[in-house]
């Protein structure tokens, strides 16, 4: 079973920088419509931060101009480059590749953005 591993994730200091990576454990032979990122903080829902698309970005309005998202279809990664890191960026941080029929998630990435 294809599984989506990230990395990257770690303590920072307000305004300080983190890149996040994702990677399938294995090929995946459908077409990856879509990639993004999503977090979860402690007590609230999970909530998008980003989707890739062909040609297209989407970006939660919380993170426009410091967070941005780009992907390698030849690899099938995902990064997600994170710039001026304020403290309401804390949680876990999961990786998501959808295509028709299936929809792929990694097991998260903790995020602490604290002085």
């Known amino acids: 079973q294809v599984q989506l591993v990230e990395s990257g994730g770690g303590l920072v200091q307000p305004g300080g920088s983190l890149r996040l990576s994702c990677a399938a454990s294995e090929r995946i032979f459908s077409f990856i419509v879509r990639r993004g990122w999503y977090r979860q903080a402690p007590g609230k829902e999970r909530e998008l931060v980003a989707t890739i698309t062909s040609g297209n970005t989407n970006y939660a309005d919380s993170v426009k101009g410091r967070f941005t998202i780009s992907r390698d279809t030849v690899k099938n990664t995902v990064v997600l480059q994170m710039n001026s890191l304020k403290p309401e960026d804390t949680g876990v941080y999961y990786c998501?590749?959808?295509?028709?029929?299936?929809?792929?998630w990694g097991q998260g990435t903790q995020v602490t953005v604290s002085s």
């Open positions: 998501n590749m959808y295509s028709t029929g299936n929809d792929y």
